[in-house]
């Protein structure tokens, strides 16, 4: 069992920065691949970020096009957190954001992720 809880979210002006940190429990906590999804108001949950557990100690990240170039997804294990850096917000980025967690092998959808946080809110003025 896995347990997220994510903070960070806050309002932001448009083309400001904001760090998402996601705290998780458990001793195999580095075996997690971690993703971050966000949902805006009348929107379906999107994915945003992932940072993909390939064995030992490589990691794959990925992003979505959206986010590309804007986001970086890092994790600290011996924190047992994963981070979410958002850099030149735009208006659209605003959304609840959620960090989820998965240990399996295969990550194909949000569906495969196992464990999800409560969420933080971020808000982007424009």
């Known amino acids: 069992q896995v347990q997220l809880v994510e903070s960070g979210g806050g309002l932001v002006q448009a083309g400001g920065s904001l760090r998402l940190s996601c705290a998780g429990s458990?001793?195999?906590?580095?075996?997690?691949?971690m993703g971050w999804f966000r949902q805006a108001p009348g929107k379906e949950r999107e994915f945003v970020a992932a940072i993909s557990w390939r064995g030992g100690s490589t990691y794959y990240a990925d992003y979505a096009d959206s986010v590309k170039g804007r986001f970086t997804i890092s994790r600290d294990n011996a924190k047992n957190t994963v981070y979410l850096q958002m850099n030149s917000l735009k208006p659209e980025d605003t959304a609840t954001y959620y960090c989820?967690?998965?240990?399996?092998?295969?990550?194909?959808?949000?569906?495969?992720?196992?464990?999800w946080g409560q969420g933080t809110q971020v808000t982007v003025s424009s």
């Open positions: 458990g001793r195999t906590f580095s075996r997690y691949s």
């Open positions: 989820a967690a998965t240990a399996r092998v295969m990550v194909g959808s949000q569906n495969d992720y196992d464990y």
